[in-house]
């Protein structure tokens, strides 16, 4: 038996999110007392690394109706690895294509499933591991009691632990069924960090006045390196791009550090990102919500702090 | 077009989150219901535009008991035809979606429309799963969705961008924000909604694959560190020596 991980590549690399889920695959299957292998879908240059990671064997598919993405031609080829490795268990990431697959897999494998999980599972026999419900507001273990398993592993929940040597990298061959769906274009936001796997965050609510004044934020964001989101009104009214709305009806995100800055931290708002390691909160409100889900705060007119913080920051960067 | 939306009964977004006694159980007292938010706003309403636009009926369908029909009642308001409910206490995600494709494969319907996921267990297994069951592509997180005849046009969402995608029917599309504006019902709505209606069915047979077992709540925080606002490089340097995260 193994643990087979669906590490996906983007642009033929491989990512750190990969890293993180063949860590978790290989941890997995230490705790199952089985062998953890490894799938790439395309082809990977850094695919050989994954071994360091801990897969014994990666395997890859290459097949040009892989190339868009089609996720029952997705799921039809890591179905069929699953079967050549002889995995009971399938380790997603919890990425906008794990997301797509968790369940599609799940049905054809006829596999309980838990998606989005952030710890490993229970070393007792069961099979039981956990993840964020209520939109973070709670913490569900869920039991799989099914033969075959399959999970998504949420991005950020562990760290790639480098420990072996290059795996094994070998072509499976298999039979794919023709893709339904076709990619007539791909619009990615260039330039900037994308937010759900961001490690940094800079986010801003209405107490920015304006989408005018929105410069010392990205400039925060740009001596940082860190992706920009906001609150779901900012995106209503147009301030700010849909994709930066984050919250409970807008993305989940968990990064190193969340900065909150003109975000009162209604409850909708933090239940997207209270899991978020370390949170800042610049408000002028004493009273802000926000300040009782913050680890650092900051009492004051944005206005004056951010441009002092920006200057801080970059004294801190040209220092470090 | 023939449309079938899948809609799911969450907590309202400000209800207090807590568990039995022995934390293996959501505890309800005291919570209101709603619709789960990207079924209604989003998935519901496209399929209710949808049909304005070109036709056809639109199909509500839902797993649970019958505390469920206030909620189903009100996506008859917005502007779904009929219902199905299927007469089974929520189980796990592929038992509910086996009872939801078995009621799919019986319409033969030209869309399947779910939301992105639940605000509850924040899933988002049944598309695909409803998708594989009934052999079907499945479109996830689409924030538009266009129709030309039986060929749609379809952006999902993707790490930082967007994907545009073309597909034909019958397909099952999850929605995310962007689909459609939230509605809300009118009163002629309301009145026509209860004369609508709701078709009971009995569950297929289907195991649950996994249980919850049990809750916590998260760690709580410790204390907001107040910083004072003239010394940012104070908070620059916690950032840096205490949280070890800049
Ligand atoms: C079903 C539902 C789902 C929702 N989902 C989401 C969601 O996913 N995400 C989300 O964000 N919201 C969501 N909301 C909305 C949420 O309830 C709040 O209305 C919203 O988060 C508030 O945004 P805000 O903090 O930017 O604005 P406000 O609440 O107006 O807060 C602005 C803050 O800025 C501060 N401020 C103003 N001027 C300054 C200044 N000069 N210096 C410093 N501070 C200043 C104020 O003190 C205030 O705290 C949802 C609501 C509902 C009902």
């Known amino acids: 038996m193994s643990v087979l991980v669906f590490a996906e590549q983007q642009g033929g690399e491989l990512k750190k999110a990969a890293f993180e889920a063949v860590t978790y695959g290989k941890k997995t299957a230490d705790v199952l007392g089985v062998d953890c292998k490894a799938l790439v879908l395309g082809s990977a240059s850094n695919a050989a690394e994954l071994g360091k990671y801990g897969a014994a064997e990666v395997l890859t598919v290459s097949d040009a109706s892989l190339d868009g993405f089609d996720g029952s031609v997705y799921t039809s080829a890591i179905a069929q690895a699953a079967e050549a490795a002889g995995a009971s268990v399938v380790v997603l990431m919890h990425s906008a294509k794990g997301k797509d697959l968790v369940g599609r897999l799940a049905a054809k494998m006829d596999a309980g499933s838990a998606p989005g999980v952030n710890q490993l599972p229970t070393n007792d026999g069961a099979f039981r591991v956990k993840k964020n419900v209520f939109s973070g507001k709670a913490i569900a273990e869920i039991e799989i009691s099914s033969a075959n398993k399959v999970i998504s592993v949420m991005g950020n929940s562990f760290q790639p632990e480098a420990t072996g040597a290059d795996a094994p990298v070998n072509e499976l061959s298999v039979s794919l069924p023709a893709a339904r769906i076709s990619v007539k274009s791909v619009d990615k936001v260039t330039g900037s960090v994308p937010l759900p796997e961001a490690e940094l965050v800079v986010s801003a609510g209405r107490g920015m006045k304006g989408p005018e004044n929105w410069n010392i934020i990205e400039e925060m964001a740009d001596i940082l390196g860190a992706a920009t989101a906001c609150s779901r009104p900012v995106a209503d009214i147009h301030w700010r791009p849909h994709h930066e709305h984050v919250g409970q009806t807008g993305v989940a995100i968990r990064p190193n550090l969340y900065f909150a800055i003109g975000i009162s931290g209604a409850i909708q708002h933090l239940a997207g990102v209270n899991s978020s390691k370390v949170i800042v909160v610049i408000n002028k409100d004493p009273e802000a919500p926000f300040f009782k889900a913050a680890d650092y705060g900051v009492c004051a007119d944005l206005f004056d702090v951010v441009p002092k913080l920006n200057e801080a920051l970059k004294k801190f960067k040209a220092g470090a | ?246």
Not at chain 2, 34 to 41: A, K, Q, R, T
Not at chain 2, 152 to 175: H, M
């Open chain 2, 1 to 246: 077009m023939k449309l079938l939306v899948c809609v799911s009964k969450t907590p309202d977004t400000t209800a207090k989150i807590s568990f039995n006694a022995e934390n293996t159980e959501f505890n309800a007292q005291g919570v209101t219901f709603i619709m789960n938010p990207y079924d209604e706003w989003y998935a519901l309403v496209r399929a209710v535009e949808l049909k304005e636009k070109h036709g056809g009926t639109v199909t509500l369908v839902n797993v649970g008991g019958a505390d469920n029909d206030a909620v189903i009642r009100k996506g008859l308001a917005i502007g779904a035809d009929d219902a199905i409910r299927v007469d089974m206490p929520s189980g796990s995600s592929l038992n509910v979606a086996k009872q939801i494709a078995a009621v799919a494969k019986d319409g033969g319907y030209d869309i399947v429309f779910c939301g992105k996921e639940t605000i509850d267990y924040n899933g988002s297994e049944i598309g695909g799963m409803v998708a594989e069951l009934c052999d079907l592509p499945f479109i996830s997180y689409a924030s538009s969705l266009e129709m030309d005849g039986t060929n749609a046009t379809i952006a999902r969402d993707i790490e930082g961008g967007k994907e545009v995608v073309e597909v034909a029917t019958p397909f099952v599309v999850s929605a995310a924000k962007g689909m459609a504006e939230q509605r809300i019902p009118n009163m002629r709505g309301i009145m026509q909604a209860r004369r609508k209606p709701i078709k009971v069915v009995p569950a297929v047979d289907a195991a649950n694959a996994s249980t919850i077992v049990g809750y916590e709540m998260p760690p709580a925080k410790a204390e907001c560190k107040m910083i004072d606002p003239e010394n940012m490089e104070e908070l620059v340097r916690l950032l840096h020596e205490e949280a070890k995260v800049i």
